[in-house]
């Protein structure tokens, strides 16, 4: 596996984790961060099939959801019930490992598909560093959206 590679089997993970995250949503705030997660669910969800299909395009093998459970066993989250600033906390980890991943994968890749990945990583970190921080209160969101 190559890194582009890499990258895409965290993405299929952190795609899995959102939806555990999404769907065990409970306490103050549960309706407003249920709304956010599904939000994030659908815009990663548009991100990741283009970036798939890029590698393809490139001659990578897609992984499968198995081989990326085996290379991040670890990061793959329990069905627990959560509440909002836990689950933001865990998107914004996830978010800004995403981005490194992609960053790790720009010297293999021609430029359009590395000014892709800039384009992902940026909106990663906009919504971890200032969005989901804000929430948080560790920051002012970035209300310039």
Known sequence: MNEYQRMLMYLKILQSNLVILH????GPGWFEAHGVIDGYQIDLGGMVDDLIERGIALGYREPTIAESVLAFQTDVLPADKRERDESYRIIMEVFRSAAGLMQAAEPIVPADVTNKLQEIEYWLNKEANYK????LGKGEPDYDD
């Open 23 to 26: 769907h065990n949503i409970v």
């Open 132 to 135: 989901l921080a804000g929430a």
